[in-house]
């Protein structure tokens, strides 16, 4: 359980907003005086999704049910703020795991009822698009954002705080999903290193110890001849448990035995993984400069969000790619990567400013929750018409993965 308590000078004309999560398997609550991060709490149920493999939607909606209430109130006791003094209260209702959504869609409406205050429903991943916005006041729009995590890829070009254009997303995985899948089919958290670690830190760690990538393991080029920008991860992951299962069969190992070149192995993964983000990533940005979108636009960002954005290997090859577009590659601090409160409370602190989806007490009833949801308008079917052909920029970190 993470809790926090941090400064309490701030303006009396920013909004007082608290923020709830709870779209998948982390509960968490946020107190926000405009930009000013006042308190917030984090209840995490990584240890139990380790033991089950994974993510249970009942054992998660059990967890957030046990939590939630503790969360927030113990949020608003280190904030030394009362629920009457709130302007607001933002909660996630879209997109996630739909078990996990209602638990908070029905505590957003019962503090709602009780203190009589606004609710303002959150899009978790419009949140997490612009939480760096509360890091850096200098950021401003337009921008790109690619968001990367365990359950989403979405690529998209980001107009206003309510203003999305889709430029590409996952048909198939996640990556975060990819990498999770892989690395528990290797049984990394056999080794006392990676046995408290996510499959996606495992596997940038294992990365990072390799000093010399060899060429033993080859993964394909996701997509290479669809110029698009949609991203596959299936490919990848069905060919690396097809070359781990002929490995252990070659080697005969042992059942709970992991590969003796597991090192490389991991590197070869992360690094065809990041190749493929980046090439798609590319297009997009030719194709917004194609469009002419960023033609004023004197600072060009792209954003990198979502729990994988924390993956330094990732974030460097991103941002060495963007260096040679003229674009700068800006993450959340890692923390404000993954799930939180904070970042549902600054979109809600962000659309109350605007008056955006504000609902009154009386009005409550008509808000709901959707598993599933567009991130913003669809621009897929305009990328593939330009049948975009891209001159792949030499990436540094990618160095030792470039394959014929």
Same mark, same amino acid.
């Given at each position: 359980m993470l809790v926090r308590t941090l400064k309490r000078n701030f303006s009396s004309r920013s909004p007082l907003i608290l923020g709830i999560e709870s779209s998948c398997d982390d509960t #968490? &609550? &946020?107190?926000? *005086? #405009? @930009?000013? =991060? /006042? +308190?917030?709490? =984090? &209840? +995490?149920?990584? *240890? +139990?999704? =380790?033991s089950f493999g994974g993510i249970i939607p009942t054992v998660a909606q059990d967890f957030h049910r046990s939590n939630i209430d503790y969360v927030v109130t113990k949020c608003l006791e280190n904030a030394k703020i009362e629920p009457t003094e709130l302007d607001g209260i933002g909660f996630t209702n879209r997109p996630g795991l739909a078990l996990s959504l209602l638990v908070g869609i029905r505590y957003a409406r019962h503090m709602s009822r009780k203190y009589n205050k606004p609710l303002i429903p959150i899009h978790h991943m419009h949140a997490h698009s612009l939480t760096p916005r509360m890091e850096n006041e200098d950021i401003k729009f337009p921008f790109m954002c690619l968001l990367i995590s365990g359950g989403h890829c979405l690529l998209s070009y980001v107009k206003d705080i309510d203003s999305f254009l889709l430029l590409g997303e996952s048909i198939d995985d996640a990556p975060g999903e990819c990498l999770d899948k892989i690395a528990r089919r290797l049984k990394l958290t056999n080794l006392r290193q990676f046995s408290n670690k996510n499959g996606g830190q495992s596997i940038e760690e294992a990365a990072r110890m390799c000093t010399e990538p060899t060429d033993k393991y080859h993964f394909p080029l996701m997509l290479k001849y669809y110029r698009d920008c949609q991203f596959s991860f299936a490919g990848l992951k069905n060919t690396a448990l @097809? +070359? /781990?299962?002929?490995?252990? @069969? *070659?080697?005969?190992?042992?059942?709970? &035995?992991? =590969?003796p070149d597991y090192l490389d192995f991991c590197a070869n993964v992360l690094g065809a993984l990041t190749r493929h983000l980046c090439h798609r990533t590319q297009r997009a940005i030719e194709f917004c400069e194609g469009q002419h979108w960023f033609d004023n636009v004197e600072e060009r960002r792209l954003i990198i969000s979502g729990g994988v954005a924390c993956n330094d290997f990732i974030y460097t090859a991103l941002s060495q790619m963007c260096e040679n577009l003229n674009f700068k590659a800006i993450r959340p601090s890692k923390k404000l990567c993954m799930d939180n409160g904070i970042m549902i409370g600054w979109n809600a602190v962000e659309k109350f400013k605007r008056n955006l989806d504000i609902y009154p007490p009386s009005k409550i009833d008509d808000l709901d929750f959707y598993a599933k949801s567009p991130l913003g308008d669809s621009c897929i079917d305009n990328v593939k018409e330009k049948n975009m052909s891209c001159n792949w920029i030499k990436i540094p970190i990618l160095k030792p993965f470039a394959r014929p």
């Open positions: #968490g &609550a &946020a107190v926000l *005086k #405009g @930009r000013t =991060l /006042i +308190s917030e709490c =984090l &209840a +995490s149920q990584m *240890k +139990s999704h =380790l @097809r +070359s /781990i299962k002929n490995e252990e @069969r *070659k080697l005969n190992l042992d059942v709970d &035995a992991v =590969l």
